[in-house]
C-alpha cells in the first residue's frame, strides 16, 4: 500500500498545494478551484496525507501546512518537492515493470522507456534539470562531508559527474585555498554554470564536459565520485575507475561517496537501482574488490548522515 501515499504525496507537490497554503489554512473547494481539480477528489488525497502527517486540516475543512507540509513548497531552501516529483513521475512508472527486471536482469526504466535513465534526462532538459534539483535535495549531507574530510592538505579537487556543483560548492566554502573542476555532461555542466556563478565560484571550478566512460580530466589530487558509481554494474565502475587511474598520480586518492549495504536506506535505493539504472549498491567489501581490481585500495571509511560515507582510496 506504500503507492498510495507516496502518489498521493506526488499528486499534491505536482499541484503546488503547500504553496497556495503557505499564508494561511485554505478550504479545499477553494484549492480545488485554483488548481482546476475535482473537489471532492482532492479532499480525499489530502485527507490520506493529513492521516500520514503531511498538511492539517481544522474543524472547518480548512487544510494548512505542517512542518511536513512545507518541504513540499516550490524552490524553498530545504525543499523536497523535486525529489518527490523524480520519485513519482518516470521512477514510479518505472516501477511498475519491476518484475520483468527481476525475470530478465535488465533495469526496469530500460524496459519502460526504452532506454536507460542518462540517456533519457540527456534527451529531456527539463526532467533533467528537475532531477539534477532532486539530486540537490536528497543531499543535505554533502555539508556535512568539509568537516568529516581534511581537505586542507589538497589543491584541487575534481568533482566526477558533479551534477549541479553542489558538494563542490561546499567543500570549496570550507576550503578558501581549494580549487575545483566539475565534470559531466554537457547540459549539465552548463547548467550547473550558473549555479557555480550564483555562489561566487565561478572563478575557482574549472567545467569540463565529457563521458567517464571515454575519459576523465588530469590535475587533480582528489577525485570525487558521488552516487556515481551506484548508477553503474561493476563493469562499468571498473571502467571508470580505471580512467582515473590513468591520470591520478600515486599522491592522489579517490572519494566515492556512497551508502554500503547492508544498512537500511542503501538496501531499499539497491531495489531503486535495479529499477532505474541498472546499477547497484554495494558494501565495503565490494567497494574494496573493484578499488583492488582497477589500481586502488580502499584505505578508509568515514560516516557522514543519512547513511553515506566517504570511500577512500589511494592509488597503488
Ligand atoms: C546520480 S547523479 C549524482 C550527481 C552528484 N554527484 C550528486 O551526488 O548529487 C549522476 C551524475 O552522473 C552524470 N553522468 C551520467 N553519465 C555520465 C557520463 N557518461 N559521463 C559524465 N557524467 C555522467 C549525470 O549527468 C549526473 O549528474
Redesign the pocket.
Known amino acids: 500500500m506504500g503507492y498510495y501515499g507516496s502518489q498521493a504525496l506526488y499528486v499534491a507537490a505536482k499541484l503546488g498545494i503547500a504553496d497556495l497554503v503557505a499564508e494561511g489554512p485554505v478550504a479545499v473547494n477553494d484549492l480545488a478551484a485554483a488548481v482546476e481539480a475535482d473537489a471532492d477528489a482532492l479532499h480525499r488525497i489530502l485527507r490520506l496525507l493529513v492521516v500520514s502527517g503531511v498538511f492539517e486540516m481544522d474543524s472547518d475543512g480548512r487544510v494548512g501546512l505542517n512542518r511536513a507540509a512545507k518541504s513540499l513548497r516550490i524552490g524553498t531552501r530545504g525543499s523536497m518537492r523535486d525529489l518527490v516529483l523524480v520519485f513519482g513521475e518516470e521512477f514510479y512508472q518505472a516501477f511498475a515493470n519491476l518484475l520483468d527486471a527481476v525475470r530478465t536482469g535488465r533495469d526496469a526504466f530500460r524496459i519502460t522507456f526504452g532506454r536507460g535513465l542518462?540517456e533519457y534526462l540527456g534527451e529531456h532538459s527539463d526532467r533533467a534539470r528537475q532531477f539534477d534539483r532532486a539530486?540537490g535535495a536528497g543531499?543535505v549531507f554533502f555539508n556535512f562531508i568539509p568537516a568529516s574530510y581534511d581537505f586542507s592538505d589538497l589543491k584541487t579537487v575534481v568533482?566526477v559527474?558533479?551534477?549541479n556543483g553542489s558538494?563542490l560548492a561546499s567543500i570549496l566554502g570550507a576550503y578558501p585555498h581549494l580549487q575545483g573542476v566539475l565534470?559531466?555532461?554537457r547540459s549539465?555542466v552548463e547548467a550547473a554554470h550558473s549555479a557555480l556563478q550564483s555562489e561566487g565560484l565561478s572563478d575557482r571550478v574549472t567545467l569540463v564536459s565529457?563521458?567517464?566512460?571515454e575519459s576523465i580530466v588530469g590535475g587533480g589530487d582528489a577525485y570525487l565520485f558521488?552516487?556515481?558509481l551506484h548508477?553503474w554494474t561493476d563493469e562499468q565502475c571498473r571502467t571508470i575507475l580505471a580512467n582515473c587511474r590513468r591520470v591520478i598520480e600515486l599522491t592522489g586518492r579517490i572519494l566515492v561517496?556512497e551508502r554500503l549495504l547492508p544498512g537500511t536506506y542503501a538496501t531499499a535505493a539497491d531495489v531503486n537501482m535495479l529499477a532505474v539504472t541498472g546499477g547497484r549498491e554495494r558494501s565495503e567489501e565490494e567497494f574494496a574488490k573493484l578499488m583492488s581490481q582497477t589500481g586502488f585500495r580502499l584505505s578508509r571509511v568515514l560516516p557522514v548522515p543519512l547513511e553515506y560515507n566517504v570511500i577512500e582510496g589511494v592509488p597503488v
Do not use: K, N, T, Y
Not at 210 to 213: L, P, T
Open positions: 542518462f539530486m543531499a568533482d559527474g558533479g551534477g558538494l565534470l559531466d555532461v549539465v565529457g563521458d567517464f566512460f558521488s552516487r556515481i548508477d561517496v
